[in-house]
């Protein structure tokens, strides 16, 4: 969850996040923060990240009153540029962009440990058979070490 690095609003509770997505919470006065409306984004359906932010904050609730942007790229600049806006965007889009901030949720920041955000989604690597070659290496190399400490560093905890 992001948004702009000028909203007060530091942590909410999962409920929060859903009572925002759902179109029952839509003034930041109700979460918080500033007597201001809330402009809820998400991103197109077809984007893994939709979906996994329905499998987690939603349930079997549907989306209400948000606007869809098109491309996850343009969630960020969206978001940073409006106050008032929250926004869903995988964490590899962040980087260390100063119009925007990570929310915490439950009072957990994002990060790459297991089951530490309650926003997130597995990752896999899938080959036709046992990897070889060039693919293996590249598999053992992020799997090793080396590669465990550049995500970390990459897609460590935001904020």
Same mark, same amino acid.
């Given at each position: 969850?992001? #948004?702009?690095?000028?909203?007060?609003?530091?942590?909410?509770?999962?409920? *929060? +996040?859903?009572?925002?997505?759902?179109?029952?919470?839509?003034?930041?006065?109700?979460?918080?923060?500033?007597? *201001? =409306?809330? @402009?809820?984004?998400?991103?197109? =359906?077809?984007? /893994?990240?939709?979906? #996994?932010?329905?499998?987690? #904050?939603?349930?079997?609730?549907?989306?209400?009153?948000?606007?869809? &942007?098109?491309?996850?790229?343009?969630?960020?600049? *969206?978001?940073?540029?409006?106050?008032?806006? &929250?926004? *869903?965007?995988?964490?590899?889009?962040?980087?260390?962009?100063?119009?925007?901030? /990570? #929310?915490?949720?439950?009072?957990?920041?994002?990060?790459? +440990?297991?089951?530490?955000?309650?926003?997130?989604?597995?990752? $896999?690597? +899938?080959?036709?058979?046992?990897? /070889?070659?060039?693919? @293996?290496? $590249?598999?053992?190399?992020?799997?090793?070490?080396?590669?465990?400490?550049?995500?970390?560093?990459?897609? /460590?905890?935001?904020?």
């Amino acid at each position: 969850m992001i #948004v702009s690095s000028d909203n007060p609003v530091d942590n909410l509770t999962l409920e *929060q +996040v859903r009572d925002i997505f759902t179109g029952q919470v839509t003034n930041w006065n109700a979460v918080g923060g500033p007597d *201001q =409306p809330i @402009k809820a984004y998400i991103v197109k =359906p077809n984007s /893994a990240t939709y979906g #996994v932010f329905r499998q987690a #904050v939603l349930g079997d609730e549907d989306y209400n009153g948000v606007n869809v &942007i098109p491309f996850d790229a343009k969630m960020v600049s *969206q978001v940073g540029n409006e106050n008032g806006a &929250i926004g *869903q965007i995988s964490a590899s889009f962040l980087g260390n962009l100063k119009s925007i901030k /990570a #929310v915490t949720i439950d009072g957990q920041a994002p990060s790459t +440990v297991k089951g530490a955000y309650p926003i997130t989604r597995p990752l $896999y690597l +899938v080959t036709p058979g046992e990897p /070889a070659g060039a693919v @293996k290496d $590249y598999i053992d190399w992020l799997l090793g070490p080396e590669g465990q400490k550049t995500i970390s560093r990459l897609f /460590a905890t935001i904020g």
